[in-house]
């Protein structure tokens, strides 16, 4: 039988089960004073509403994003059900409605709302929420040692800009004519003159950029200001400066595309041109408008916000992954000087390489070497990133275990998705490629294996953190194998498609065109088959989730034994007020495995003083004693 | 609950699911059997209805009875020489092409006249007649070969429209009124039917054409009354019903523009009036 851990409280020592119940009682005499000192009990609304507590702020987040990634997603599988088999009927299509799909036969118009709903609503309402809103809330303070966000009310109001944003957008399916149809781009003229769903879609847009600015001025405060003794730039781990860097793309690349958000506003509901040519004849009909304006400019506009925004998505998930490799190999991350100094150079490099995006609008080949040029810069910091991450690997430990499968799938499926990228930032093969299926396979390998996966690791490593339950293994595993194999029967067969020149907007997926069908036919079927075994292999994720929560088994406060101070210096789920009770203090660098400093174990918190009690106690153990010693 | 029984519960929940979305497709199959059915039908019948007019003519809507009405009908004629109609290149999609063989029928419709010089798809409607209800019986717009049937029409305010996609290609409807609301919905399967109506005043027929194909487009008017008609093949139209009294009669051409006449008729009168459109 294993000896009892025994810690030292005060000028005792025992064993970590009775301090535990000490902390606790700690945190209930600790919860009680604050409310005393407020004056006032929190409500229900205060605490579980319109919370000012980032770790709460980033739940909330994190089941809405969760909730829209869903949605998001089942608006893809009607897409797939009409691109694998078009034309026909399918009884679920009649859950849109009768004006969409008459008797189940999804119509062309609603095909390009599922579209640009399902891009808004996975990039804007589920993924860039999950990544930034719930991860780094909820871990981002803790990570650095705060008690709590710069600007806890901010931190409220951010979220509660993000919600009615989601809101919107989900009403807008109830505006005559539907949503939003024109692509998650938007692009003008046809985002001008389209119908009422458009104008929905802007509103809900300058809702949700409202609230990204909210909170990336938070995070960079926050990251600046707060971050505990002994924590310097160095010593932060991957995860916070990737979040760091995020906000700052968030914070200087959307506030174009809010302008340019009211700018389309206004073209559609004062009658300006900003985006409007003169002359423009639409269905054969000239446009009774002033005209003057330029459709090219929103292009720009969209673009300056919409390129960072890809990283936006990316940054946050290889700082996930980042910690998930290096608890799980048990040896420090390889070349974390490296990472930072890549992470931020991508972050500069990502504001002056957005035209790459338009190399079929006809602009001068002067700007498009400037802009191939810069693309093909960019991809280096993303190759040091993704060689530091694999070089991490070499030589440790692995533990196999459900964050670390999608962490390890993240790399290649990422490696792909940003490897095809390549001849999408190159003009000459470009031109064939733009607007095939080609780019939706690209930037999908990118988001979907790439990012979304992140996201499940994140969620599977710091799930027992937050709810203090393991998740069942089982079901993760299944969840993970199954997803990995379908997700890839989606995408992989788009790079054949686009290079066979597959326009990526076909309503029957390219069944009526003579270049096109004998691919589509070929492919297009197992495709939608793969998207629904995807949909398929999901259940088991949601039915572990909640499950656990409900009948988790109760997990250890350090349950992977890491060194990150979310971890190691406090509680899971942690402390409701302040999230330390003692602030730590920071000895050392965020990834100190099997340190021959330390024989003891193999991992050092980085707050742990090399002779204090042993770290093995975990989370809130060393701060218990210290609790224990200003109760007495 | 033991892990063990709940993993079990829930593959037996997703069998059950599996089960029932299987199942679910099946109806789905059938249901689309049934519409295919339903659409050679409404194919067959078309086919027996439009034979040989490829500008036919609204049918008359069903006016209000009144004991001494009066019939106005008439002739419109076309002087000068009649223009040659320009053939349609339906080569960009291939269905429509194989259904005029040898370009058959896949002529302009814009000008049609008749041997005698008579003008075809002239509405012909009473200005400033007294207001009626609407018919219940639909109007109805046929995409076939793609073309539209009628070429020209009205329909009374509120009046039911069915449009029919008789084709095995992808139509799309863009009705472009500037009173009444637009609308813009495809019909991707043949034998798709949508079910219509405006529900304002708009006298100056506007147009309703298909964005995929460039070529097809069809007029229609929306009138407070069912006081109207379109000239035949042989430039016939008639007005049955009409309340006697004193009216401006409208005759409006979609290339040669509108002309106005004022005629009074009396109880159980049928008059007879003649409209020329000069080329």
């Known amino acids: 039988m294993a000896p009892k851990r025994q810690l030292r409280v005060g000028k005792e020592w025992m064993n970590a089960g009775d301090a535990e119940k000490l902390l606790r009682e700690a945190m209930r005499i600790q919860e009680e004073e604050d409310a005393r000192h407020e004056g006032h009990k929190q409500s229900f609304i205060r605490k579980y509403v319109f919370s000012i507590d980032h770790k709460w702020i980033g739940i909330q987040y994190g089941f809405t994003a969760l909730c829209f990634l869903l949605f998001g997603f089942s608006l893809m599988l009607l897409m797939r059900l009409q691109l694998g088999w078009p034309g026909h009927a399918f009884s679920i299509m009649k859950l849109l409605g009768e004006s969409r799909a008459p008797g189940g036969v999804l119509l062309p118009e609603a095909y390009n709302q599922l579209g640009a709903m399902h891009g808004t609503i996975m990039v804007f309402l589920a993924i860039v929420p999950l990544a930034v809103g719930a991860f780094g809330n909820y871990l981002v303070p803790l990570m650095i040692g705060a008690p709590d966000m710069a600007f806890p009310r901010l931190n409220m109001a951010s979220y509660w800009m993000y919600l009615p944003g989601g809101v919107v957008m989900l009403a807008s399916f109830a505006a005559t004519g539907g949503t939003a149809q024109s692509g998650w781009t938007s692009y003008p003229p046809l985002s001008d003159i389209a119908t009422e769903g458009q104008t929905w879609w802007l509103i809900g847009m300058i809702f949700l950029i409202t609230s990204s600015l909210l909170g990336s001025v938070n995070f960079i405060v926050t990251i600046i200001q707060l971050r505990a003794k002994g924590m310097t730039w160095m010593r932060l781990p991957f995860f916070v400066w990737a979040q760091f860097v995020t906000s700052f793309l968030l914070l200087l690349a959307f506030p174009p595309l809010e302008a340019a958000g009211v700018l389309q506003l206004m073209d559609r509901v004062a009658r300006t041109s900003f985006f409007l040519p003169s002359g423009l004849v639409v269905s054969g009909t000239k446009l009774a408008v002033a005209g003057g304006g330029n459709p090219l400019l929103w292009q720009h506009l969209f673009w300056f916000l919409a390129h960072p925004e890809v990283y936006v998505l990316i940054l946050p998930a290889m700082g996930i992954i980042g910690e998930i490799i290096a608890n799980n190999t048990r040896k420090p991350l390889w070349g974390y000087k490296s990472l930072v100094g890549a992470v931020g150079f991508l972050g500069f490099m990502s504001f002056v390489v957005w035209a790459h995006h338009m190399f079929m609008t006809g602009m001068g080949t002067v700007i498009s070497a400037f802009f191939q040029t810069t693309t093909m810069i960019i991809s280096i910091p993303s190759v040091i990133i993704l060689t530091a991450l694999l070089m991490s690997l070499w030589g440790g430990s692995i533990r196999f275990n459900v964050p670390m499968l999608f962490a390890l799938a993240f790399l290649p499926m990422f490696g792909i998705g940003g490897l095809t990228g390549l001849p999408l930032g190159l003009a000459a093969t470009d031109i064939h490629l733009h607007d095939t299926y080609y780019v939706i396979g690209h930037f999908h390998y990118v988001v979907a294996p790439g990012t979304i996966f992140a996201m499940f690791a994140g969620i599977y490593y710091w799930f027992p953190k937050i709810t203090g339950k393991k998740m069942n293994e089982f079901l993760g595993k299944v969840h993970f194998w199954g997803s990995f194999v379908a997700i890839n029967g989606i995408f992989m067969p788009m790079f054949a498609q686009g290079l066979a020149g597959v326009s990526r907007r076909l309503y029957d997926g390219g069944i009526q065109y003579h270049h096109a069908k004998e691919i589509a036919a070929a492919t297009n079927p197992f495709m939608s088959m793969s998207a629904w075994a995807l949909f398929a292999f999901q259940i088991p994720f949601i039915l572990n989730f909640f499950w656990s929560i409900a009948f988790g088994k109760k997990a250890e406060a350090n349950f992977w034994h890491a060194t990150t101070l979310e971890w190691a210096a406090t509680t899971s789920p942690p402390l409701g007020h302040g999230n330390f009770a003692v602030i730590p203090v920071v000895q050392r660098g965020p990834y100190e495995y099997s340190s021959p400093e330390y024989p003891e174990t193999d991992y050092l918190p980085q707050h742990h003083v090399i002779g204090a009690p042993p770290a093995t106690a975990g989370g809130g153990m060393l701060t218990a004693a210290a609790v224990a010693q200003r109760e007495a | ?279």
Not at chain 2, 231 to 248: R, W
């Open chain 2, 1 to 279: 609950m033991s892990m063990k029984k709940f993993v079990s519960l829930m593959f037996a929940l997703t069998f059950v699911f599996v089960m029932a979305c299987g199942k679910g497709h099946e109806a789905a199959s059938k249901e689309q059997e049934g519409e295919d059915d339903e659409a050679a039908q409404t194919a067959t019948a078309t086919a027996t209805n439009t034979a040989g007019a490829p500008a036919a003519a609204t049918p008359a809507a069903a006016a209000p009875a009144v004991a001494d009405a009066a019939t106005l009908s008439g002739t419109v004629k076309f002087a000068g020489a009649a223009p040659k109609p320009a053939a349609i290149q339906m080569s960009a999609d291939p269905y429509c092409q194989s259904q005029h063989p040898n370009g058959q029928g896949a002529e302009d419709e814009e000008v049609i006249v008749g041997p005698a010089g008579e003008l075809a798809n002239v509405l012909v409607y009473v200005k400033n007649a007294p207001n009626g209800t609407a018919p219940t019986t639909p109007a109805t717009i046929d995409q076939k070969g793609c073309r539209y049937y009628p070429h020209v029409q009205a329909v009374v305010v509120n009046q039911p429209i069915q449009i029919k996609n008789d084709d095995a290609t992808l139509h799309n409807i863009h009705a472009m009124p500037a009173v009444n609301s637009q609308f813009n919905e495809g019909q991707p399967v043949q034998g798709m039917v949508a079910n219509k109506k405006f529900d304002k005043v708009e006298m100056t027929p506007f147009r309703i054409k298909c964005d995929v194909h460039g070529w097809m487009k069809s007029f229609m008017a929306v009138m407070p009354n069912p006081y109207f008609s379109v000239s035949k093949m042989d430039g016939q139209f008639s007005i049955p019903n009409l309340p006697p009294g004193t009216y401006t009669i409208v005759a409006w051409h979609e290339k040669y523009g509108q002309q106005e006449q004022q005629v009074t008729v009396g109880a159980k009168e049928t008059k007879q009036i003649a409209f020329s459109f000069k080329g």
